[in-house]
């Protein structure tokens, strides 16, 4: 009697945990932004809140894909987004059409017209920054549309918010991609 208790119990036990863990992952988009915290815990940035310095300005040039010229109050300031890794030569084709892309973008975006940057490295008339345009955070548009690769190691010493904006971002690619591969999966069948 008291066996065939225990083996009750413990298969109730079993049970339970089997049901917390699917009703886990059904709940799984409200969690989240758990794991967006936890992106931003692992690379360093969750006890940094500080606020950026900003600069504002007009862009006057494009160099690459992730660089321009900015003028501000009569001076120049060259001006990189934040987070990405330059592509090392010589690129392959796909990494060839993305940096037209990304120059495309920066020129229809920068060129001649107003931007802020969120200043997260100066060096001299060098910036690293989040640039925003017309309200646009550039950074973000960059990682939401695959035209550059994220760097986490590169936005370490950026505000917890911001890094959680970028995690976030990534986060909600990688997602958008995987379900845009199922709909090719079950056009394809």
Excluded: C
């Excluded at 990304?102 to 060129?111: A, D, T």
């Amino acid at each position: 009697m008291f066996y065939t208790l225990h083996r009750i119990l413990k298969l109730s036990i079993w049970t339970l945990i089997a049901l917390l863990l699917v009703w886990l992952y059904r709940q799984r988009e409200a969690l989240e932004p758990l794991w967006v915290w936890y992106d931003v815990y692992d690379n360093g940035g969750i006890q940094n809140s500080e606020q950026l310095p900003r600069i504002e300005g007009k862009g006057i040039n494009i160099y690459d894909g992730h660089t321009f010229q900015l003028e501000s109050s009569n001076r120049y300031y060259n001006v990189r987004l934040t987070g990405f890794a330059s592509p090392e030569p010589p690129l392959s084709g796909d990494e060839l059409q993305r940096e037209l892309r990304r120059r495309e973008v920066l020129k229809e975006r920068v060129f001649m017209k107003p931007v802020s940057v969120d200043i997260t490295y100066s060096n001299q008339n060098s910036y690293l920054g989040i640039v925003y345009a017309n309200g646009t955070n550039l950074n973000l548009l960059y990682l939401t549309n695959d035209l550059s690769r994220f760097k986490p190691e590169f936005v370490k010493s950026t505000p917890r918010d911001v890094q959680y904006r970028f995690f976030s971002a990534v986060r909600w690619h990688k997602k958008q991609a995987h379900e845009k591969g199922a709909e090719v999966a079950l056009h394809s069948e």
